[in-house]
Nanobody
Framework: QVHLVESGGGSVQAGGSLRLSCTVS????????VNWFRQAPGQAREGVAG???????TYRYSLKGRFTVSVDYAKNTLYLQMNSLQPADTAMYYC????????????????????WGQGTQVTVSS
């Protein structure tokens, strides 16, 4: 059974930093996409950053430079380092993973993310 558990959220002032963690159990990262998403109240969910099926990193264009995704394969944990946080970054942050995609090379569509964590709240005050 696949479980994703996020942690590391909290409340910070604008300009601050947070590092989110997503620990995956039941599956490995091999040949699947694992991604961070976020959803603010009243807004659509959006992709933030993650890993493609071949282990490359991918970012939402507007966040590149402030957010950095990394992975510790030994711990089966995906991280999201968020710097220079702004009030607009306030949202629930979710980690999600696709099924094993052995023939896919590259990224995945949002509808392909089958497994989701419970989310961790990030609140940035001005």
């Amino acid at each position: 059974q696949v479980h994703l558990v996020e942690s590391g959220g909290g409340s910070v002032q604008a300009g601050g930093s947070l590092r989110l963690s997503c620990t995956v159990s039941g599956v490995t990262y091999n040949r699947r996409c694992v991604n961070w998403f976020r959803q603010a109240p009243g807004q659509a969910r959006e992709g933030v950053a993650g890993l493609t099926t071949d282990g490359s990193t991918t970012y939402r264009y507007s966040l590149k430079g402030r957010f950095t995704v990394s992975v510790d394969y030994a711990k089966n944990t995906l991280y999201l380092q968020m710097n220079s946080l702004q009030p607009a970054d306030t949202a629930m942050y979710y980690c999600a993973a696709t099924d094993y995609l052995p023939t896919r090379s590259g990224g995945c569509e949002t509808h392909e993310f089958r497994y989701w964590g419970q989310g961790t709240q990030v609140t940035v005050s001005s």
